[in-house]
């Protein structure tokens, strides 16, 4: 069995040759060095969020008032951290969470390859988001045996967000991720102090630009004329969806259809009424809106209201022990956002590997010493209010 808190042995036997890891292993000072290597528009982009950022913070800092309680004589010696989603066994509970940028934070300016081959090596899987640098064929190319799920911004064209959907099926995506919470963007002070929208400047938009029904809809290709392309764009890319267009999206695809950004216990059971597979509880990491409630304290309402139904969970994971908190408040599995894009930014493939492998790690050795050996002990009685 694979134990992922090894990667400690495989750090500290290293150091015995002289060999310190390249990257650090705590998100504090891998965000540091990562902001100091990317341009100052990225960072902003990557880092910043909605408002003063209240809500993007206590995402983070809500975790600290749960608790993990200590069990001993457990012998915890062999953990298992694999989960079951939508029939597929998965060896970890963690994915990558989409983000629109990912390609851009890359060196080379193809991060979106470099996550999906991270997706492959790892066997986590990776939620590959619309806003792409590379074409959505292209990344699924590269996920090996690890299945991958594709994040939809539903356009307010129903031809072209059809041909995604059809496009992702056909690139053998395991699931359909519909993002409920950005068909407009939320006031992001950073970016907008620089005035930067990456998009509107021709980034992550290949999904569009080699989509045969967005072309369609154009005078000329990208290719000529890229700013009426970049305009076309956005006049498609946000859509205001409500309850009664639900149908219609379940209608799109028989894979398993879940919604990012349920945070209220009713939209969630209505969700489900309406036939989705998956409930995605995050709050976009704070960069949408700055209600100021962490995502981690919605999750209970609505693990409770989505009875059978996986949760998947994302916003302030920032290592293993948010992992294991959120697993044991219900969550069925646990995005990690920011963290991979600073691993991916500093080190590529592998940058996003050793991230991963830490929090891997840490969540692994959480198990190990405080006595649960499998995800399925993790329940919410396993935690303490402390604050
Ligand atoms: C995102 N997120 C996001 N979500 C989504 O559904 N589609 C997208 O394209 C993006 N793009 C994106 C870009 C950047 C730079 C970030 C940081 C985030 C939100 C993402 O999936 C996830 O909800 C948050 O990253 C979770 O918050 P933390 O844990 O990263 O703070």
């Known amino acids: 069995m694979v134990h992922y808190g090894d990667y400690q042995m495989e750090i500290y036997r290293a150091g015995l040759n002289g060999r310190l890891p390249k990257l650090p292993v705590d998100f504090r000072e891998l965000e540091a060095r990562a902001h100091a290597a990317m341009p100052p528009e990225l960072v902003s982009y990557v880092a910043g969020g909605c408002g003063n950022e209240h809500t993007q913070n206590i995402n983070v800092s809500a975790f600290e008032r749960w608790g993990l309680i200590p069990r001993m004589f457990v012998g915890a010696a062999k953990r298992d951290m694999s989960i079951d989603l939508f029939g597929m066994r998965l060896p970890t509970p963690i994915f990558m969470s989409p983000i629109g940028v990912i390609g851009l934070c890359a060196q080379d300016g193809h991060g979106d390859i470099a996550t999906a081959r991270a997706a492959r090596k790892l066997g986590v899987p990776m939620v590959a988001s619309t806003l792409s640098t590379n074409p959505l064929e292209e990344v699924a190319s590269e996920f090996g045996e690890t299945p991958g ?165 994302d916003s302030g994971i920032r290592s293993g022990t948010e992992v294991i908190k959120a697993l044991a408040l219900g969550a069925t599995a646990v995005g990690i956002g920011r963290p991979y894009a600073y691993g991916l930014a500093l080190d590529g493939v592998e940058g996003i590997v050793h991230v991963l492998r830490c929090i891997l790690a840490e969540a692994d050795l959480l198990m190990a010493v405080d006595g649960y050996p499998r995800i399925a002990d993790l329940v919410p009685s396993s935690l303490m209010a402390v604050g």
């Open 149 to 313: 799920f594709f994040q939809l911004y539903t356009p307010t064209d129903r031809a072209l967000a059809e041909s995604l959907v059809r496009r992702a099926e056909a690139a053998g995506f395991k699931g359909i991720v519909v993002t409920l919470d950005t068909w407009v963007t939320g006031w992001r002070p950073r970016d907008l102090n620089q005035s930067n929208f990456p998009m509107l400047r021709g980034h992550a938009l290949a999904n569009y630009f080699s989509d045969a029904v967005f072309r369609g809809s154009l005078v000329e290709p990208p290719e000529k004329d890229l700013s009426a392309a970049i305009m076309q764009w956005g006049k498609i890319f946000g859509n205001p969806l409500n309850w009664d267009d639900l149908p219609w999206l379940r209608s799109l695809t028989k894979l398993p259809l879940i919604m990012k950004g349920i945070c209220h216990p009713d939209d969630a059971r209505r969700a489900i009424d309406g036939g989705v597979d998956g409930i995605y509880c995050s709050n976009h990491g704070g960069r949408q809106a700055n209600g100021g409630i962490a995502a981690v304290d919605l999750l209970p309402g609505i693990v409770k209201a989505s009875c059978n139904t996986p949760v998947l969970f």
